[in-house]
């Protein structure tokens, strides 16, 4: 833009003048502009729509008891969680992890599984050598090769072989060296990282204890501890783990083992259906259909008070999904010796607004009932969907990455947005001209002015000298 100088000659606010006429040509712009920003507020809200429509699916495939891709069954439960408690959990403890089945089953603990420790003599201090150059230290962990070390001029006391142990280059994490001070004498301590008697540590030394050359440097008067494993006894039968944490010997259940039973009777451990996850499960479901119910709604509902229509209303892709999802929801499912058809008969319902609500004591009373045949409703039996699997399925093509209904909505959208910013770009560029160009006019105007002006006050001057001379 260039330079103005409003009305230096003619007085007239040429800034405001050209103002006034840029924004009278700009009005189209401005038309084009606010239908792009309509076109951003609509790509935005099928995204939100995706996006609650994800949830939904998700919901749905956490309870079908099928892979992600919707090809066979998963590989552990989904639906019908489990729990697992224990009658004396300060020996042993169960959770579920995975696929279990319910039921009991009695367990004694009879050795738990510890780590190996080798202790050393007592010194006077740790910091004083007690090793001299050449003397060597090995230790066998049970790994790949041992640690072993060599002292260097200077000796080593307590303290350089705790830090030689532990920075060795042999040692990634599996021993730990640590110095131990009981009030009077400092004693090195060699523990594994690691329980299992695989994992049982052999010192090997020459360096010498506190009662000189010839004693033994590991301490003859305190127990050196053992690795070992786990021993158990269950459903009569011994088991043995390098672990305290059994992961394998109840299917879909681990046992944390905390202390040995003695003289204690053996424990219990109960497994038996978690119906309070199974209905959080569903009571998702239900929250993410609402979800989707609610945001459709909002888009599309006229509001009579205000006369306007939601900003999606009437488009064919809301309309869509606002009728195939119900449909699928409300369809009946019949299997084979199955007494369950409908959602309805699980707890599921629709209100008069279209809004799912789950009723506990109906869902509690369709579990006891046959918790099998509420799975197989909503997960199918293998070669029919059930309603979940459908769900999930269907929703995939309208929300799948790249090539989805919605995705390809947005594209569309974005094409129409970018093809209308380069007609912002161009309009852009022609007011930006436009206003250079009536710049310089009026540039040209008040010059024009001024040379009249000083022309006009010549002629008068002249003028008023002719007069004067006639006299």
């Known amino acids: 833009m260039g330079i103005r100088f409003d009305g230096l000659s003619t007085g007239i606010n040429t800034s405001a003048l050209i103002d006034s006429l840029i924004a009278l040509e700009r009005k189209p712009l401005v038309l084009i502009q606010d239908r792009q920003a309509g076109l951003e507020r609509e790509q935005g809200l099928f995204q939100e729509l995706n996006t609650h429509l994800l949830a939904l699916r998700d919901a ?26 224990s009658s004396n959990e300060s020996i042993v403890t169960a959770t579920v992890e995975g696929s279990a089945s319910p039921g009991s089953v009695q367990v004694q603990v009879d050795a738990l599984a510890q780590v190996a420790r080798r202790f050393s003599d007592g010194f006077a201090d740790a910091t004083t050598a007690i090793a001299t150059s050449g003397q060597t230290l090995s230790i066998d962990f049970g790994g790949t090769q041992p640690i072993d070390i060599t002292i260097g001029a200077g000796g080593a006391s307590l303290t350089d072989l705790r830090d030689l142990i532990n920075s060795a280059p042999n040692n990634a994490g599996e021993i730990r060296a640590d110095i131990f001070f009981d009030g009077s004498e400092h004693r090195l301590i060699v523990a594994g990282t690691a329980p299992g008697a695989a994992n049982d540590i052999t010192l090997t030394t020459d360096i010498d204890g506190a009662g000189g050359p010839g004693s033994p440097f590991l301490d003859p008067t305190v127990t050196q501890q053992a690795a070992s494993d786990a021993r158990i006894q269950l459903l009569g039968l011994a088991v043995t783990r390098p672990s305290n944490t059994l992961t394998d010997v109840i299917p879909g259940v681990t046992l944390e083992l905390h202390a040995v039973h003695g003289a204690e009777p053996p424990t219990t451990i109960d497994v038996a259906r ?21 945001f459709t709604n909002a888009q599309s509902v006229f509001n009579a008070d205000t006369g306007t229509a939601g900003p999606l209303s009437g488009d064919f892709t809301l309309r869509l999904i606002q009728q195939r999802i119900p449909s699928l929801l409300f369809d009946q499912f019949t299997f084979s010796g199955n007494p369950f058809t409908s959602l309805g008969e699980l707890g599921l319902r629709f209100d008069r607004d279209g809004l799912l609500s789950l009723d506990r004591v109906v869902l509690q009373s369709a579990l006891d009932t046959d918790a099998l ?82 022309q006009g006050g010549f002629f008068s001057a002249a003028s008023g000298s002719a007069t004067n001379g006639q006299r």
């Open 274 to 294: 978690d119906d309070a996850a199974v209905e959080k499960k569903l009571q998702d479901l239900v929250d993410a259909y609402n979800t989707v119910r609610e």
């Open 373 to 454: 045949a509420v799975r197989q409703l909503l997960a199918g039996d293998g070669t029919t969907d059930g309603i979940a699997t459908r769900l999930a399925r269907d929703l995939e093509p309208i929300i799948r990455t790249g090539d989805g209904t919605l995705a390809s909505r947005g594209d569309g959208l974005q094409r129409q947005i970018d093809s209308l910013q380069e007609t912002v770009d161009r309009f852009e560029r022609r007011l930006v001209q436009r206003e250079e160009l009536l710049v310089r006019r009026f540039a040209a105007m008040e010059t024009l002015v001024s040379r009249l002006q000083a």
């Open 60 to 85: 749905a495939l956490a309870v079908d008891n099928k892979n992600p891709l919707l090809t066979g069954p998963t590989l552990e439960e989904e639906f019908l969680a489990y729990k697992a408690s």
